[in-house]
């Protein structure tokens, strides 16, 4: 598990390999990860914008952007938490993730928090791929 801590709110991350959704002859691997995010602080916040930096053995770097997470927008009180699970494509059999959410305060502040870096490793990744 990884793990990252900003203002109070913690984020961590459990990736694991889908075999059975991958197809390593065909340069396609494929990965579930699983986020928590717990506030520990002392105000109400809301999750309302996600930025993914993901980067596979090539050094491609592919960027995501939107609002939520899984069609949502959670709003975490004191002492709250929420956890989603999805997924992420790679032609590669390794690479590693990270970004950050936006979050905004009851009082209006917006404020961006850490998604530690993880890393997406197969059985795969080391081997050499013809």
């Known amino acids: 598990m990884y793990r990252a801590v900003t203002r ?10 889908m075999s059975e959704r991958s ?10 990860y699983t986020i928590g995010i717990a506030n520990q602080g002392p105000e109400t916040v ?7 930096r ?9 960027e995501v952007k939107g609002a939520g997470v899984a069609g ?14 999805s997924g992420v494509p790679l032609t590669t059999p390794s690479g ?7 979050m905004v305060s009851d009082s ?9 870096n993880f890393s997406l490793d197969s059985p795969d990744a080391g081997h050499t791929i013809n």
């Open 8 to 17: 109070k709110i913690e984020v961590t991350v459990t990736p694991r390999f």
């Open 23 to 32: 197809s390593p002859g065909n340069g396609y691997f494929f990965w579930a």
């Open 46 to 52: 809301q999750l309302k914008t996600r930025h993914w």
């Open 54 to 62: 993901i980067t596979d053995a090539a050094g491609r770097l592919q």
């Open 72 to 85: 949502e927008e959670p709003v975490l009180k004191p002492g709250g938490s929420f956890e989603y699970t």
């Open 96 to 102: 590693f993730m990270t970004g950050s959410y936006g």
């Open 108 to 116: 209006g502040e917006h404020f961006d928090i850490e998604i530690p």
